[in-house]
Nanobody
Framework: VQLQASGGGLVQAGGSLRLSCAASGRTFSNYGMGWFRQAPGKEREFVAAISWTGGTAYYADSVKGRFTISRDNAKNMVYLQMNSLEPEDTAVYYC??????????????????WGQGTLVTVSS
């Protein structure tokens, strides 16, 4: 399984970015997908997750209402649209695929394959 995240960059506070994650090596449409982030000196934390059909999504309280996770099963892609970005959103963002099929969760331990990460920097 390979995950390739992209779309990070430098943006001013209040701006927007869209992260993308390309997946291969597994039946993509059978697995929930997640986005996590890790800021310097902090543990990796949950950001958003989406079910295998795209019909269910979970968000961290800190991003709810500002971020939107989506997926395109025909393209094996998952996205994270980030609006109203804040300096506190600065982190390396990782996409991940769930360990179990037909399951979606916020729990980091339930994700077994991870992308390489893409850096998002929000300036004040």
């Amino acid at each position: 399984v390979q995950l390739q995240a992209s779309g990070g960059g430098l943006v001013q506070a209040g701006g927007s970015l869209r992260l993308s994650c390309a997946a291969s090596g597994r039946t993509f449409s059978n697995y929930g997908m997640g986005w996590f982030r890790q800021a310097p000196g902090k543990e990796r934390e949950f950001v958003a997750a989406i079910s295998w059909t795209g019909g269910t999504a979970y968000y961290a309280d800190s991003v709810k209402g500002r971020f939107t996770i989506s997926r395109d099963n025909a393209k094996n892609m998952v996205y994270l649209q980030m609006n109203s970005l804040e300096p506190e959103d600065t982190a390396v963002y990782y996409c991940a695929t769930g360990r179990r099929s037909y399951y979606v969760t916020r729990q980091k331990k339930e994700y077994d394959y991870w992308g390489q990460g893409t850096l998002v920097t929000v300036s004040s």
